[in-house]
Nanobody, 121 residues
Framework: QVQLTESGGRAVQTGGSLRLSCAVDGRTFGSYALGWFRQVPGKEREFLCAIGLFAGTSHCTDSLEGRFIITRNDAENTLLLQMNKLKPEDTALYYC??????????????WGQGTQVTVSS
């Protein structure tokens, strides 16, 4: 059974930083590429970043302008998302996902429950 559990979401002020974590079960961590998405009410889920099965390749959407960094901790089966220079428009429910493809062609198959990030001005 695929298990993805996000944590780290909280309220933060504009310009601040936050690091999200996703605990992944061992079998999934060793078999799938991983990614981060976010969603606000009334809008489609938005792709943010993905990292390949082998951590040498990662990709974040250009619209983030380099503010977010995705990494995977192989020793702890954990996916991380470092978010810097946060803006109010970054407010959303953030999801961890496991899926197929490379970092630039990531296709999500499994989802966590999400963690809420709120950025206040």
């Amino acid at each position: 059974q695929v298990q993805l559990t996000e944590s780290g979401g909280r309220a933060v002020q504009t310009g601040g930083s936050l690091r999200l974590s996703c605990a992944v079960d061992g079998r999934t961590f060793g078999s799938y590429a991983l990614g981060w998405f976010r969603q606000v009410p009334g809008k489609e889920r938005e792709f943010l970043c993905a990292i390949g099965l082998f951590a040498g390749t990662s990709h974040c959407t250009d619209s983030l302008e380099g503010r977010f960094i995705i990494t995977r901790n192989d020793a702890e089966n954990t996916l991380l998302l470092q978010m810097n220079k946060l803006k109010p428009e970054d407010t959303a429910l953030y999801y961890c996902s496991a899926g197929l493809g490379a970092a630039r062609t990531f296709s999500a198959r499994y989802w966590g429950q999400g963690t809420q990030v709120t950025v206040s001005s």
